[in-house]
């Protein structure tokens, strides 16, 4: 008895991490990209937000305590392509946010971000673009 109740303890334990992370991963990212002219290209930046989640703008907000900002790093390939002006998010009015008790800006269910790029050299072109929130 006592082998059958620390076997469903190990199995518990081995379980439950599992399921919280499926459930705390509320953000899908996918990237796209359109080719305007010539060399220049957007990427465009889709995040899918699970009902009840948002991620903030990339503007931080004017408070004491402010939430993190979402953040998009690309690799550094001066050789290959060059990005061009800041990265765009939708203009949305501030809502108010519960937890910080103010308005802010953020996004809910679905966003597009745009990053504007001109190609240099197409051989060996590789973007990676790391998104924090």
Known sequence: MRKLSLLLIA?????????????????????????????DYTILI??????????????????????????FVFNNSPDTYELVGKTIEPDVEPEYDEVFEEY????????IFKQDIRVINPE?????????F
């Open 11 to 39: 199995l518990f334990w081995l379980v439950v991490p599992a399921k919280a992370q499926e459930f705390l991963d509320p953000v899908s990212w996918k990237l796209e990209v359109e080719h305007k002219q010539d060399q």
């Open 46 to 71: 889709k995040v899918d937000i699970e009902p009840g989640w948002h991620i903030y703008s990339q503007e931080e907000a004017d408070i004491e305590f402010p939430p993190i900002p979402t953040e």
């Open 104 to 111: 802010i800006v953020f996004f809910s269910d679905k966003v």
């Open 124 to 132: 060996n072109l590789q973007i990676d673009v790391e998104m924090g």
